[in-house]
């Protein structure tokens, strides 16, 4: 039998959000690779979607999974998450107004909510 809580097992949504967010890394890191063998692709340095839209996604999916599973125990922990949360924002953010052909999930998570005021 295990020690770990319930609350902080593995949730379903967690694990899609870890599939598409590391799917989503492998990609950019893929166009990344492709850039330091090839150089620029036409007019920009890189091909689309662009790694940094991808790295954005994907680390608005890992902070949502962190945020919500990061065991809030003391004030320390507390802070951490609410800092996760306000990059899970940015991220959030960032996707909406540079890159509105991303679709993302709306689940966020409450220290999300919270960084949005």
């Known amino acids: 039998m295990s020690d770990i809580s319930e609350e902080f097992l593995l949730k379903p949504l967690h694990q899609r959000r870890a599939l598409i967010a590391g799917e989503l890394a492998a990609n950019a890191a893929s166009e990344l690779l492709r850039f330091h063998r090839e150089g620029p692709e036409g007019f920009s340095a890189f091909g689309d979607p ?7 996604e994907a680390l608005l999916h890992t902070a949502r999974i962190e945020a919500a599973s990061f065991p809030q125990t003391d ?3 507390a802070a951490y998450v609410s800092a996760v949360g306000q990059l899970a924002a940015a991220c959030a953010n960032f996707l909406a107004d540079q890159c509105p052909t991303v679709e993302i999930d709306d689940e966020g998570d409450d220290a ?3 960084a949005n005021g």
């Open 112 to 114: 999300e909510a919270a």
């Open 50 to 56: 662009e790694p940094v839209a991808l790295l954005a």
């Open 75 to 77: 004030t320390l922990n």
